[in-house]
């Protein structure tokens, strides 16, 4: 038994005395309470043999390892290994026995936890009741015996292969019995799972990369750009799963009726396992999808804010009398706001989308993705994100298909479809008046577009 500071500690030694012909110790000179040095003999029955008083920093296993190499010159038949806040109940002479008689190398133990009171359950985290599995905490001895590399629940590493003795006792747990150890190991379990998800989520470096800004700025162009680097998949607009279809198949796509059979609330989740990339492009756009998506799913972000001139995205936001209304403006500039912020916040980076052509390089440096091609292009490449713009769709459609149009031929002149005429010269007067008065020339001069 290895002894630190465990209130209990006596109670739990003097029990195990009880079990047992011989006892071995370890005290932690690093973290223990040394006050209780010099009582721990008096509650050994006589039986003590031996006490470590060890320096070595502590880990999972290297105490174990520490105890286990005392044995080398002992010769033990049989060795009782609880911890100090541990009590074995008095079926264990019975089980022992049995152990005995068995071929068995291992013997484990069911916990029977001692709670606060008031308190009717052990602390859980993701509906795992503490302690989540059965530990080893007697085994036969044989020379060479050895616990590294440690693979938890107290197993020796010679006996992996071997099968286990399920004891028919239980080891009373007093971990968390009074309310302060209880909280304590709450907080404890709660940090342990978080690290314990991160490491399985982020198995593979899985990433999202997340394409940010307004609507009508290119993000679709963007994301197929990007995705047609064999490492990355295009998603499409997420956000939109019950309103959109496969841009490239429509509605009869085998990946999106996988996704939603598939679907268990967890957007990401669900994609990593149908798409089976370890990078996903989302060009949802909205700020507020990012940040909720983020809080829950917890993945590598990579965020991409694309802006466009606010004057030549205006071309598509003309009301029904063909003029600008001031509310279009004043969003535009909200939403960049909310969008810069957010991609602050992501350690994102801004992308302009008359410059996307020039950016590829930066794009793929800032993704860690491996350059392809010096020119993507991506409409030679089969995409299946949800349905954004149909421009880009359409030369991704028209490429596949063989057909022959403007598109084709403008796409292999200049890499992407950016549109050759600007927004401007669908623009009155009037409109770039209410454009500049609600404070959308202002923002363009800080984007650099005047
Ligand atoms: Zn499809």
């Keep these: 038994m290895a002894i630190r500071d465990f209130p209990l500690w006596k109670q739990c030694l003097k029990s195990l005395a009880s079990h047992v012909d011989e006892l071995y110790l370890r005290f932690d000179m690093r973290t223990g309470d040394k006050n209780i040095l010099p009582e721990i003999e008096s509650c050994c029955d006589g039986k003590l043999k031996k006490l470590i008083k060890s320096d070595i920093v502590w880990d999972n296993h290297n105490w174990k390892e520490e105890l286990l190499r005392i044995l080398d010159s002992v010769h033990p038949r049989v060795v009782l290994f609880p911890d100090e806040d541990e009590e074995f109940d008095s079926g264990i002479e019975k089980d022992i026995k049995n152990f005995m008689d068995s071929d068995c190398k291992e013997m484990i133990f069911d916990f ?14 993701d509906g795992r009741v503490y302690p989540f599995t059965k530990h080893v905490k007697v085994f036969k001895w044989r020379p060479g015996l050895t616990y590294i590399p440690y693979k938890n629940r107290g197993r020796l590493f010679t006996y992996l292969d071997n099968p286990q003795y399920e004891a028919k006792s239980k080891i009373t747990h007093y971990h968390f019995y009074t309310m302060e150890l209880y909280n304590k190991w ?8 978080k690290l314990e998800e991160n490491k399985r989520l982020c198995n593979g470096r899985k990433t999202i990369v997340y394409i940010l800004g307004s609507t009508r700025s290119g993000s679709t162009m963007l994301d197929l750009m990007i995705s047609s680097n064999s490492e990355c998949t295009s998603l499409g607009e997420l956000c939109l799963l019950h309103k959109r279809d496969c841009g490239f198949c429509g509605a009869k796509c085998k990946y999106w ?5 598939k679907f268990n ?13 370890d990078i996903l492009v989302d060009s949802s756009k909205k700020w507020k999808w990012l940040k909720e998506r983020a809080d829950s799913e917890s993945y590598e972000y990579k965020v991409i804010h694309l802006v466009r001139n606010g004057l030549d995205r205006l071309k598509f936001r003309k009301g029904k009398n063909g003029h600008i209304k001031p509310y279009v403006v004043q969003a535009w500039v909200n939403t960049h706001r909310k969008c810069e912020k957010v991609r602050k916040r992501y350690g994102g980076i801004l992308v302009k989308y008359e410059e996307i052509n020039q950016e ?18 991506f409409w030679e490449h089969e995409h299946h994100g949800l349905l954004g713009s149909k421009t880009a769709y359409s030369l991704v459609k028209k490429w596949h298909n063989k057909e022959n149009g403007w598109y084709n031929i403008y796409a292999d002149e200049h890499g992407f479809n950016l549109n050759p005429r600007t927004g401007h010269e669908f623009l009155s ?10 404070g959308g020339r202002e923002l363009n001069k800080e984007l650099g577009y005047e």
């Design 360 to 377: 590829t390089n930066r794009i793929y440096e800032y993704l860690g993705v491996k350059w392809q091609d010096r020119k993507v292009k």
């Design 429 to 438: 007067k009037e409109d770039i008046k209410v454009f500049n008065k609600y």
């Design 265 to 277: 609330g967890n957007y990401y989740e669900t994609a990593f396992k149908v798409f089976k990339k």
């Design 186 to 193: 709450k907080d404890r379990l709660r940090n342990r799972f």
């Design 257 to 261: 009726k996988e996704y939603k059979k």
């Design 112 to 125: 029977k936890t001692i709670l606060p009171k008031g308190i009717t359950k052990a602390p859980s985290e």
